[in-house]
């Protein structure tokens, strides 16, 4: 039976070692501060929320959203990060995390739960497609770091 709860101090060792698999798999990498900064905020859950998953009494998946406004609805939950040990997937890991974050939106009055995925990532998505709708919507992302070539002012001119 897979149990899904918040994630207390003893789990941070296993968490990380599946959080920075999650990275690893989209082929970033992320400083030490970077998965402290994480931890902090998750395990304080109130900006950043997260669950994991146990089968056995083993961490095997977890989870970590947050809510933000919208314009023109409820709040909404956006799903940020997914990730099931490979060991076990195939075995409702992932659909009860996905499970829970819905659970918890509910609760909370959001509207709904939205995440992305890379579209390569097959496997994920036909889980996905059984538990959700894919809208067909485009992201993109302007990083707001340093100065870059592009500018605002470059923003939809090619």
């Not at 968490?15 to 902090?40: C, K, P, S, V």
């Not at 994991?52 to 977890?62: D, E, R, S």
């Amino acid at each position: 039976m897979i149990e899904i709860r918040r994630f207390e101090p003893s789990d941070r060792g296993r968490w990380d070692e599946l959080f920075r698999a999650y990275i690893g798999f989209y082929e970033r990498t992320l400083d030490d501060t970077a998965y402290d900064r994480a931890w902090r905020e998750i395990t304080a859950g109130s900006r950043l929320h997260g669950r994991g998953a146990w089968l056995g009494g083993q961490l095997v998946g977890i989870t970590h959203f947050l809510v933000h406004p919208s314009s023109s609805e409820p709040d909404l939950c956006y799903l940020e990060d997914l990730f099931t040990d490979p060991s076990v997937r195939g075995r409702g890991v992932a659909t009860a995390l996905i499970g829970a974050v819905r659970d918890w939106a509910r609760e909370q009055g959001c509207g709904s739960v939205y995440w992305q995925t890379h579209e390569s990532n097959a496997v994920a998505r036909r889980l996905y497609d059984e538990v959700a709708t894919f809208e067909g919507y485009v992201v993109y992302t302007l990083p707001v770091g340093q100065a870059s070539t592009g500018g605002a002012g470059n923003v939809g001119r090619r």
